[in-house]
């Protein structure tokens, strides 16, 4: 499996899958979760509604709309109350089912965006190592090819050292 990482916009990715860190109602919102239902058409959140719900730290599949990428993986991401909630578990969680439910899917190659960093309030530098690690340790053998998508150049600089270390 090869780790590549780039700077930008997530839904430019053309990637058999890109994650979406969605809420738990599948409702869209801000964040990389807006961007992709703008961006994909209302075809992802029809597809998010007959799903209807995800729990905190699982992933759902639904097409990609309109996107270059075959498929959105939605991951519920834990909102930060301070690491004694079992947060790092459940951010380990949303990259490991998200993996899994890609190969289940017969997807080779996926984006991830920084999940929780957000309006959810994660530490960049630990959700990074996080999800570094977890791609490493719990990727299936048939992803190919894993790709950290940073919007802002903070999480990309943060990623950029984890990766070359």
């Known amino acids: 499996m090869r780790i590549e990482l780039k700077?930008?916009?997530?839904?430019?990715?053309?990637t058999d899958a890109i994650v979406n860190a969605a809420n738990n109602e599948l409702?869209?919102?801000?964040?990389?979760?807006?961007?992709i239902h703008r961006a994909g058409g209302?075809?992802?959140?029809?597809?998010?509604q007959e799903?209807?719900?995800c729990e905190t730290g699982q992933a759902v599949i639904t097409t990609?709309?309109?996107l270059p990428a075959k498929k959105v993986i939605h991951t519920v991401g834990p909102v930060w109350k301070g690491g004694d909630q079992n947060e790092?578990?459940?951010?380990?969680?949303?990259?490991?089912?998200?993996?899994e439910l890609a190969a289940k899917n017969d997807l080779k190659t996926i984006?991830?965006?920084n999940i929780s960093t957000g309006v959810y309030g994660y530490p960049k530098q630990k959700a990074a190592k996080i999800a570094v690690n977890t791609v490493k340790d719990t990727a299936p053998p048939k992803i190919e090819r894993v790709i950290f998508v940073c919007f802002d150049d903070e999480n990309h600089e943060i990623y950029e050292n984890l990766l070359n270390n």
Do not use: N, R, W
């Open 64 to 66: 990609a709309g309109k």
């Open 27 to 35: 409702k869209g919102g801000g964040g990389v979760d807006g961007a």
């Open 88 to 99: 790092e578990a459940l951010l380990s969680s949303c990259y490991k089912t998200s993996l």
């Open 51 to 53: 799903i209807g719900y």
């Open 111 to 113: 984006a991830f965006p």
């Open 7 to 14: 700077k930008g916009d997530i839904t430019h990715q053309e």
């Open 42 to 48: 209302p075809a992802i959140m029809k597809e998010c």
